[in-house]
């Protein structure tokens, strides 16, 4: 089939669609990062549209089948098939946690399907970190062919065009999606004693915590570092601890060594460097308070865990609303100015911060009527 005969292939009243998953043998899980849990929301909405008439999980990229998937995905409310039934059954193919092969998309148009490639990492960043420093590769450029790819708002500024220039293909900006089913499935199989994942009121000081995966330039624990210490230097009782999480490969490191022994917090003992933790296994009865910072990277789940709990948020991100205690860019003494009204007003204010957190958490749900119909219009455009 010829690229133009492709581009008019009429599209079936109703389609099946994958949306592609990494699946490695060994554990895995959906807490590793954001993308695993957004290809579950993805196929929650997948169910909801009226253009679609099944959905599912394609195992693909890693040395594991669906069958290594069996715990990873329990909570899929799809089946998972291999990428050799996908080539046959499937209309639509959405790459999105796992790269799809080349010869393999090309097959796929040829008998008619459909390819979307779904963005949800700045990828940008990520693959000009990895060229410059010899890291392992993430994105490959391919030259595989696309018809479409989606990306979300967070990404207009650095991916857009990057993504535009490389894929060769048109780039739509879609509506991130986001459902507390994880974490509330999640909060279930804790212990039966285990505190609620909800902000507790009347402390005397806050423990604060910092989850920046310090991986990538985009998400890193420094500037929450330094607003905290604004907000200890001018207020010296309100931090009891603070709490670095996804620090701990960093501990070895000089330059972080002095960065971190250079603050009051830490040369008051007030200071701990953990490692990776899901937030859910944290946060009820031992945290106060989330320090956020991102660098074109404005929409994250952790942002949503911990308004979905109540928790005052300290952040600068322009796509959460109203929501949580703002600073602007870089600037750690604003952040530390930030925490502060936080601490001196998150009480009193909690039941109208919580109306605002969960009217802005209602405005992600994968099964909300404004989502399905923004895919749904994105799926259509495919044929017109």
């Known amino acids: 089939m010829s690229e133009a005969q492709q581009q008019k292939t009429a599209m079936p009243a109703k389609l099946k669609v994958g949306v592609s998953i990494f699946i490695r043998k060994g554990e895995q899980s959906l807490w590793e990062n954001g993308v695993y849990q957004n290809c579950l929301f993805l196929v929650m909405l997948l169910l909801r549209s009226p253009r679609v008439e099944s959905a599912v999980l394609v195992a693909g990229g890693g040395d594991g089948g669906p069958a290594d998937a069996t715990n990873f995905l329990a909570d899929s409310p799809v089946p998972i098939i291999d990428m050799a039934t996908a080539a046959q059954e499937l209309d639509l193919m959405i790459e999105m946690s796992a790269q799809l092969a080349m010869p393999w998309s090309v097959a796929f148009r040829e008998r008619g399907g459909k390819i979307v490639s779904m963005r949800v990492g700045n990828d940008y960043v990520i693959d000009i970190e990895r060229m410059i420093f010899d890291k392992p590769h993430g994105l490959l450029i391919s030259g595989a062919p696309y018809d479409e790819v989606w990306t979300i708002p967070e990404y207009e500024v650095s991916c857009k065009p990057y993504f535009e220039s490389t894929f060769r293909a048109p780039v739509r900006l879609m509506p991130h999606l986001w459902s507390p089913m994880v974490l509330e499935r999640a909060m279930t199989r804790a212990p039966a004693d285990s505190p609620p994942f909800a902000y507790e009121p009347g402390r005397k000081q806050w423990r604060v915590a910092i989850f920046e995966p310090n ?4 998400k890193t624990s420094f500037i929450p570092m330094l607003g905290c210490e604004a907000a200890h230097r001018a207020q010296p009782r309100l931090i009891e601890k603070m709490w670095v999480y ?9 330059l972080f060594i002095g960065f971190a022994q250079s603050l009051d917090l830490v040369q008051h003992g007030l200071a701990t460097f953990e490692g990776r ?3 859910y296994q944290v946060m009820p009865g031992k945290i106060d308070a989330v320090f956020a910072h991102h660098w074109e990277n404005a929409q994250n789940y952790l942002y949503y865990e911990a308004l979905y709990g109540g928790y005052p948020l300290v952040h600068n991100s322009h796509l959460i ?8 860019g870089f600037d750690c003494e604003e952040g530390g100015r930030a925490l502060q009204r936080a601490f001196a007003e998150h009480d009193a204010n909690l039941p109208a911060y919580r109306e605002r957190a969960r009217r802005f958490i209602a405005t992600l749900d994968p099964e ?14 495919l044929y017109a």
């Open 215 to 218: 991986i990538c330039m985009v």
């Open 246 to 254: 996804n620090s701990f490969h960093l501990k070895d490191k000089p």
């Open 277 to 279: 933790f899901p937030m």
């Open 321 to 328: 609303g109203d929501c949580g205690y703002r600073y602007h």
């Open 368 to 381: 909300g009527e404004d989502n399905v119909r923004a895919y749904t219009a994105a799926i259509e455009n």
